[in-house]
């Protein structure tokens, strides 16, 4: 089974020892304390010079909750455009409606835009999908509007604990739907529970607690398990 280990950096260096500890692609977000922002354009065209594997950029327009006031969504629509036009195979974002529910048609918008530039490039809607009125149907949604993958905790606070929301997503999964990126404190202590139910990817931040830095040594112990060495 070729399985994928996706780490979360929050700088371009971190990027490349990520890489070069096993790691077969990267999300790439400024404002760590955010929660993820979108990189600076600096940090976007070293990513491209210095990066081999995917590099997937984070467009976030700022932390907090994901309803977007207009000059917000107008920055994430240029940015997200900006990140095709620069090549890279993927890009994450997420918005919602003041309700919880998706936000279909700004993610349509968003979607067209990346599009236009690169008719490949892959989205991946990130963890706002945790805050969503059922779940199952904005998991299919997003395979309707053509959301490659889905960054989850299976709404719980770790995707260990959220397991059974991710469990239920995976055995539900039809033609179409998203593949389904489990994150959210994945450690190599508790990968294998995730990849024991098929899942064929998984998301960290490869940090010992959250306030500390990305260790190598655990992106190597993780891509170990995940690649099963």
């Given at each position: 089974?070729n399985?994928?280990l996706?780490?979360?950096?929050?700088?371009v260096?971190?990027?490349?020892?990520?890489q070069e500890?096993?790691?077969?692609?990267?999300?790439?977000?400024a404002?760590?304390p955010e929660?993820?922002?979108?990189p600076?354009i600096?940090?976007?065209?070293?990513a491209?010079?210095?990066?081999?594997?995917?590099?997937?950029p984070?467009?976030?327009?700022r932390?907090?909750?994901?309803?977007?006031?207009p000059?917000e969504?107008?920055?994430?629509c240029?940015?997200?455009?900006t990140v095709?036009?620069?090549?890279?195979?993927?890009?994450?974002f997420g918005?919602?409606?003041p309700?919880?529910e998706?936000?279909t048609?700004?993610?349509?918008?968003?979607?067209a835009?990346?599009?236009?530039?690169?008719?490949?490039?892959?989205?991946?809607?990130?963890?706002?999908?945790?805050?969503?009125?059922?779940?199952e149907?904005v998991?299919?949604?997003?395979?309707?509007l053509?959301?490659?993958?889905?960054?989850?905790s299976?709404?719980?606070?770790?995707?260990?604990?959220?397991?059974?929301?991710?469990?239920?997503?995976?055995?539900?999964?039809g033609?179409?739907?998203?593949?389904?990126?489990p994150?959210?404190?994945?450690?190599?202590?508790?990968?294998s529970?995730?990849?024991?139910?098929?899942?064929t990817?998984?998301h960290s931040?490869a940090?010992?607690s959250?306030t500390?830095?990305?260790?190598?040594v655990?992106?190597?112990?993780?891509?170990?398990?995940?690649?099963g060495g």
């Open positions: 089974m399985r994928r996706e780490i979360c950096c929050y700088s260096d971190d990027a490349v020892v990520a500890a096993g790691a077969d692609r990267i999300e790439l977000c404002g760590r929660g993820g922002t979108t600076s600096g940090s976007l065209a070293l491209r010079e210095r990066v081999r594997i995917p590099v997937f984070m467009v976030r327009a932390g907090g909750d994901f309803c977007y006031r000059i969504f107008e920055t994430m240029r940015d997200v455009t095709a036009r620069m090549g890279f195979p993927g890009v994450v918005v919602l409606r309700n919880r998706l936000d048609v700004r993610t349509d918008v968003l979607i835009a990346v599009r236009k530039e690169n008719p490949a490039i892959e989205v991946t809607f990130h963890r706002a999908f945790d805050q969503v009125v059922e779940p149907r998991f299919r949604e997003l395979g309707e053509g959301c490659a993958r889905v960054l989850t299976g709404q719980k606070t770790t995707a260990v604990d959220g397991i059974d929301l991710i469990y239920q997503l995976l055995r539900s999964r033609e179409g739907d998203p593949t389904l990126l994150g959210g404190g994945v450690r190599p202590s508790n990968v529970r995730l990849l024991d139910l098929g899942l990817e998984v931040t940090t010992p959250p500390e830095p990305m260790d190598p655990l992106v190597r112990d993780l891509a170990r398990i995940v690649h």
